[in-house]
């Protein structure tokens, strides 16, 4: 076992959600060692083509990355290692919070085929696929941002990827309606945290109005001109929005999730091309840090 390479406890966690052979046509080569290649590229940020060959040939990891990316496999097996977390209590559903980080892309994520790709013998386009590929000019350069959804453990709940100069409040009602963490005994999946703290980009009404909609407690600071703007309008302006200092102390976890998930030099620095292969770089990553003891 090659440093970075899943331990013997972090495989028995995730070969049970791994996809099977069956049916007629050729076997999968070893998941193992095909996953390790992946996590050797993502923790490096190396070409495909410059992989050791400890990990098989480079076009089998490279194409079992892409095809589980565009059919959706590496999106149920986060979601079933997430179950899997929750139902043994390792999912902190007491506070919940929300951020963004910016994603510098390298030249070589530049000139996707303007083409919509399809998912391989099949005739629908990849879930994840967007027509502007999340990457556009910002003030840090060619970039995309991930807005991101983590619980009190310091792991990803859920994502979006956009482009680098898309404000972070409309991406919180997006975030939070993809988080779905599934009851292997049966019933609805958890959808939200007990709590959800963010910074003031996150800030607005509509976001307040959905929150409590939801009836999901929230310490959001108020940015100041929109409480000047409230106080200028007097009882018409609404109740001053409540704020707890030591509760919003704990919203330094989602930051450490995004440390964590930008320790992976391709999330980093986006590498790929296509929104939805970039899309599951991040998820892979998240399935690395769910898995961990």
């Not at 990990?55 to 565009?70: E, L, M, N, Y």
């Not at 939200?192 to 600071?221: C, E, F, M, V, W």
Request: glycine share 10%.
């Amino acid at each position: 076992m090659g440093q970075g390479d899943l331990s013997d406890q972090e495989w028995a966690r995730l070969e049970p959600h791994l996809p099977k052979s069956v049916g007629r046509g050729g076997r999968w080569k070893s998941h193992r060692r095909v996953i390790n290649g992946i996590l050797f590229r993502q923790r490096t940020g190396i070409p495909g083509r410059d992989q050791p060959t400890r990990f098989g040939k480079w076009k089998t990891v490279h194409d079992r990355h892409r095809r589980w990316s565009a059919d959706g496999t590496w999106e149920r097996i986060l979601q079933a290692v997430q179950a899997d977390a929750d139902a043994v209590g390792r999912i902190d559903w007491s506070m919940g919070s929300v951020d963004s980080t910016s994603c510098r892309a390298h030249q070589h994520a530049a000139g996707a085929r303007t083409l919509a790709p399809r998912i391989h013998g099949q005739r629908g386009r990849p879930a994840q696929h967007r027509h502007d590929e999340a990457l556009r000019r910002s003030r840090g350069g060619f970039t995309c941002k991930i807005h991101l959804a983590g619980e009190g453990g310091r792991r990803p709940l859920a994502f979006v990827i956009t482009p680098g100069q898309w404000g972070d409040a409309p991406q919180l009602v997006p975030v939070l309606e993809r988080i779905r963490v599934p009851r292997p005994s049966g019933g609805h999946p958890r959808t939200r945290p007990d709590h959800l703290g963010g910074d003031k980009a996150y800030s607005s009404r509509r976001n307040r109005r959905y929150l409590r909609r939801r009836q999901i407690k929230h310490t959001i600071p108020e940015r100041k001109d929109q409480r000047a703007n409230r106080q200028r309008r007097g009882s018409a302006g609404g109740r001053p929005t409540g704020f707890d200092k030591s509760i919003y102390k704990r919203r330094n976890e989602v930051e450490r999730t995004i440390n964590a998930l930008k320790g992976f030099r391709a999330v980093a620095t986006r590498f790929d091309k296509r929104a939805y292969v970039f899309h599951v770089t991040v998820t892979v990553a998240a399935i690395r840090l769910w898995v961990r003891a």
